[in-house]
């Protein structure tokens, strides 16, 4: 006869009433609440922690897990009052524990390293088997009077319940999401045990036999159940206490990835995570009081990548953590600097009142900086580029102030005259109109704009032209000629410099193979171009293509160039010299390094910067830099050119100090392609002075 559904769970009612002490079953059920619940929190745990980690979870949870459904189960045993005396016995219980963790071992284990919805559902399945099976061998342990009689539907459907809802309860779990879904889990394994253990003891009749002996059982019923729920509390507080100690191990372990998430490793000041923070924390209280202000200020030390290239990285690191100290040191309570990009650091400055001090906040930033430093035996001076926006002139808008400080700093930087700038909406549409130059710069090459002019380079004894400098213009189709200190930058830093840079050496050596003089031509390469794999084989192609005989050819590098990879560079320079072409040391004195660069490099030139020539006659100490640059020319053998020479006494100067060539608009201003050819198809070389 077939039993339905509302019969099964009347027969369950009925036995848990009638045949149960009901203290014991509820002591039964807080040990399956507060087992399961622990369980359920430690199998998330499990199944996100990694490692040994994992390892010692799983094990954790299955012996929680077992203890909790085998005490659970004995416990409601024990509430269990068939009506006649009966006993235990110790083996097959002793073997029902063990099935109950060896069961959640492997139930774990299954989940544990393989989080996957069909995992968690055969986890489950596994935990409702585990429970049956250790429910009907404790059950076999059970000594009455009588034979043991088994209802099978029920006995069948006790184990469908326990596994139905262990399958629902292991595929809550394992869902990633739901950070609360322990709870549903908890209460799901509760009725998987509850539901399964009193679903089969209905399905049991006890069917009197004289014949079957009973020991007489040595421990009261409630006296082992006091002690099976001791020995439970305790491994219910252990578990609990790991459980809560690895919460708070973790906690900590967060709040201190947090907290070096928001650190510059380095310096270790607040970084740009953090900045960004603080900036929205002040929009609020500049929101609430107007008579705040706000100063922010942008940093970039200039020459730091130099430093870095010419005295290794860690130099460099221990310059920017001297920096981040010095900075820290001045900054106030109201006061906060960041540490936001390599070389760029950001200092807000708070004011509770209408009139503040920014310039002279600004101006103690600067000195803190440029203040001359000694970093692992080395004295090192930085200048910085500093941008300013306030909320006095710029808006209170904090995320607008941190951008237009940017945008000042970069103005700073393209401007020595002007190494602090304040904001002004102007420079924000310069900044615009810079990076729209730079989009056109893209077309330039395929539109023909570019163009070469000349400039001639004589030697000083007999005024003779010895050759031109090839120089690069672009005329915009619509803002007209763009100066090269405009759009060199800018190809340099979008990449365009290596093509733009071959078009100008094609052009160059194409002109001078052209004319009847075996004048030089030199041409200017960048940094960028130098570093390029197969530059030396592309100046090969260029002097094959153009029929240029390399001895004709000087090539113009900075002191950048070198600085970069300088085993690089001089292994590409020794290539370039060992076919003939010269290499020309350019804007000498300009740089950072200019003399040690001469001791590294075996240049065939040397071109002493403008800025040295200018008014040299009357400036004593451009006169002695130009005078030692001479004396260095002539001990190196390397012959020296006066770049810029612009009147008859600076050439009077040169002439009467030894210098070897000149180039400047007093010869002469860089012309085009037609003039060039006028002049060395002339019969007459020589320049009047
Ligand atoms: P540079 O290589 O030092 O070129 C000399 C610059 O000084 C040229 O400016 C030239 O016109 C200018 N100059 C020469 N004599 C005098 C003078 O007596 N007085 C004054 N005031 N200026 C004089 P330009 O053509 O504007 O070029 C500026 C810089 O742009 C060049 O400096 C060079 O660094 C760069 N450049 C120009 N063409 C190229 C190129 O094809 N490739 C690369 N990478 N850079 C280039
Ligand atoms: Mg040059
Ligand atoms: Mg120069």
Known sequence: MTETAGGLVYKVIECLIFDHDHWMVLTAALVCICGSGLTMLLTRRMVRASGRRKFVQVALTSMIGGATIWSTHFIAMLAFDPGYPHAYEPIKTAASLLIAVGGLVLTNWTLAYAVHPRRAMMSGAMFGLTVSLMHYVGMLAYLVPGDLVWNLPRLAASVAIGAGLGVIAYWRVAKPLRQMGWLSSSLLMVLAICGMHFTG???????????????????????????????????????????????????????????????????????????????????????????????????????????????????????????????????????????????????LCIESTGKGDTAGFVERLRAAVERPMAVRDVWISLTTAIGVATTRDNGREVDALLLNSGVAMR???????????????????????????????????????????????????????????????????????????????????????????????????????????????????????????????????????????????????????????????????????????????????????????????????????????TQVHNNPLRAAIVRSTLLIGTALKIPVLAEGVEDPEELAFLRAEGCDAVQGFYFGKPVGLDDVRAIVQADELRVAS
Not at 470 to 491: D, E, K, N, Y
Not at 537 to 545: K, N, Q, S, T
Request: aromatic share 6%.
């Open 201 to 347: 003891m209905s399905a049991l009749e006890i069917v009197l036999n004289p014949l079957v002996a009973v020991p007489v059982s040595v421990i009261a019923d409630t006296q082992l159940s006091t002690v099976i729920l001791a020995v439970m509390a305790v491994i219910l507080l252990v578990g609990f206490a790991s459980f809560s100690i690895e919460m708070s191990l973790e906690g900590e372990a967060l709040r201190q990835r947090q907290q070096s998430a928001l650190v510059d490793g380095l310096t270790m000041l607040p970084n740009r995570s953090h900045l960004e923070n603080a900036l929205s924390d002040l929009q609020r209280l500049l929101a609430q009081d107007p008579e705040m202000h706000l100063t922010v200020v942008t940093l970039d030390l200039e020459q730091f990548k130099k430093v870095n290239a010419t005295y290794g990285n860690a130099t460099g690191d221990a310059v920017l953590k001297t920096v981040a100290e010095r900075l820290l040191t001045l900054t106030q309570a109201h006061q906060f600097v960041a540490r936001t990009g390599g070389n760029e650091f950001v200092a």
């Open 411 to 613: 103005v700073a930087k393209s401007d020595p005259d002007q190494p602090i700038a304040f904001f002004d909406p102007t420079m924000e549409q310069d900044q615009r109109a810079l990076d729209l130059l730079g989009q056109d710069l893209h077309r330039a090459l395929d539109r023909e704009e570019f163009s070469l002019v000349f400039q001639r380079q004589n030697e000083l004894a007999s005024l003779e032209v010895t050759g031109f400098e090839a120089l690069l213009r672009w005329t915009h189709p619509t803002q007209g000629p763009i100066s090269p200190g405009v759009f060199i930058p800018l190809a340099e830093s979008n990449g365009l410099i290596h093509r733009i840079g071959m078009w100008v050496l094609r052009a160059a050596c194409q002109e001078a193979a052209s004319w009847p003089r075996d004048l030089t031509i030199a041409v200017n390469v960048a940094p960028q171009q130098l570093i390029q794999p197969d530059f030396v084989d592309e100046v090969g192609a260029v002097l094959e293509a153009t029929g240029l005989p390399s001895t004709r050819l000087e090539l113009e590098i900075t002191e950048a160039s070198v600085i970069g990879d300088q085993a690089h560079t001089l292994r590409v320079i020794g290539r370039l010299r060992a076919m003939g072409i010269r290499i020309a040391m350019d804007d000498f004195g300009t740089g950072y390094s200019s003399l040690s660069m001469l001791q590294t490099i075996p240049f065939d030139k040397i071109k002493v910067d403008r800025s040295f020539i």
